[in-house]
Each structure stands twice: as C-alpha cells, then as structure tokens.
C-alpha cells in the first residue's frame, strides 16, 4: 500500500529476549507471535522521532512492548492488512495517526491527534481508552473499552450518543456528489467493466495514503463538511479544529 513513512529514530533503552524465556502472559496475546520471536523489551519510555514502522521485516524482532509510555512524534503505521510487528504499551500512547492492518496492537490509554483506522481483519486493536477525532473502520477487528473521547466514527457503532456516527456509503456519496476528493472513492465493478455510480464506499488505500502524505487536516475538513451541511451534529457539539 503505498504511503510516505517519515525517517525513524528511536529513543529508549531495551533489551531483545526471546518470548520463550518470558514468564508464562509477561504480556498478552504472546502467542501470536512466536515462542522463539524476539521482543524489544523497553522497561521504562520509548521516544520516536518520526514514524513508529510497524510494517518492518528482516529485522531481527517480532515485536514491541513499552512499559511506560510511547511518545510518536509522527504516525504510528501498519499499512500491510496480513501481517505486522506486535505492538504493546502499558502507559499512555501519542502518536499523529494510527494506522492498523495485520499487526497485533494492544494500548492501554491511547492519545491520537486525527485518525485512528484499521483496515481489514488480518490483526486487531485493543485500547483500553480511546481520544480520537476520528475512528476509522474498515472491517477490522475494533475492541475500545472507553469510547467516550472518539469525536467522529465512521464503520463503527462504538460511539455513544452525542457524538457523530457515520456510514462511509453516506460519506463517499456526499463527495461524489460534491465532486470531492475523487480518488477516496471506490465505485462497485460490473461485469462489463463499468461501474455503478448509485454504489459508493470510501477506497481505503487511497485514504490511508491521503494521510500518511500529511494532508489529514484537508480530509478531516472534508469529513466535517459532510457532517455540517448534512446536519448530523447537535448545533452544540464542538467539532474538531
């Protein structure tokens, strides 16, 4: 999937140690990766100058757990939907944007700027509490204890009332109709190769691309345009900036 992933500089002290040698639920869901992978152990906080690469391979690890918090100054990325490095974190997690595919991610207390995505259900995520200005779902396996912080929901039914909940047919409908951002939207394909321009859903490579290239801003703009001429908020809510 394509995307721009900014250069990466960890900063953190940590030990590799091979997930045989952990005492037996260390950290959850282990067996997911292997009794003979390698985990980064990093006992106390993990900096990243950057994007946190969970798509890396051939690098002598499976995965990464943080006992005290993850502090991404750029996005924290897993474009690939089949596979991906293990993430866990005990403390708290910043990051600009959380893009999730095929890895195994487990937060406990998560803080992301714009997007939260996950795309398609080779992985999951578990977070314990959620802020977010939007979550994102493209059938991807979803599990958030406390959803009260997520602002907008698209493909999803976890925002509770009071907040936006929105269909992404409803949404890639408003664009085609308004001639918005024509390359986010995924026609459906009929046998004789032309498409259905009734049938509309948002191209979730395109999307995540939009945002790994630094333009979430314009799109989050595009997402409240639909909400506010569509009069799908309380005239008090506080949409995001």
Sequence with gaps: MAGSKKKSVRVGEFRKVKVKELEEKAYPNLEHIGRNSNLLIYAESLVVEGDLDLDAEDVGYAGIAVEGDLTVKGNIVNSNSDSGLYLYVKGKTTANNLIAGGAPILLNTAYIK?????????????????????????????????????????????????KIAIHEHDLAGF??????????????????????????????????????????????EYIKKYIKEGKLRKDDLDLPE
């Design 114 to 162: 714009y997007f939260t995505v996950g795309h398609y259900n080779g992985g999951y995520i578990f977070i314990e509490k959620l802020t977010t200005e939007v979550m994102l779902n493209f059938d991807h396996h979803t599990a958030i204890e406390d959803k009260s912080d997520i602002n907008i929901s698209i493909n999803t039914d976890m925002v509770p009332k009071g």
């Design 175 to 220: 664009w085609a109709e308004h001639q918005i951002l024509p390359d986010m939207i995924r026609y459906y394909e009929e046998e004789d190769g032309n498409h259905d321009d009734s049938y509309h859903c948002l191209n979730d490579e395109k999307i995540i691309s939009h945002i790994l290239s630094g333009q979430e801003r314009q799109l989050l």
